[in-house]
């Protein structure tokens, strides 16, 4: 009887290592993880950062060639013909 219950706890305490080593490995894949996420986010905001800008220098060119279209325009329609 003895020696089953020795078995038990040697065959606990495998157990236990095997499950602290499992353990090990979920934490360091989560932490792999969070990192991953971390630099996905700043990617995003990098991308959506020069997408803004992007944005706003088209803005810009348009507003210039309708000012250009304007002034051609207005050349071409002279009020004073």
Do not use: S
């Not at 499950?19 to 959506?48: N, P, S």
Request: no cysteine.
């Amino acid at each position: 009887m003895l020696k089953k219950l020795d078995q038990w706890i040697e065959d606990l305490e495998d157990l236990e290592k095997e499950r602290l080593k499992q353990q090990a490995v979920v934490d360091q894949t989560l932490r792999e993880l969070k990192d991953k996420g971390y630099e996905t986010l700043q990617m995003a905001e990098k991308a959506l950062a020069n997408l803004k800008t992007q944005r706003g220098e088209a803005i810009e060119e348009a507003e210039a060639l309708i000012r250009e279209i304007e002034q051609k325009y207005a050349e071409f329609v002279d009020p004073e013909d």
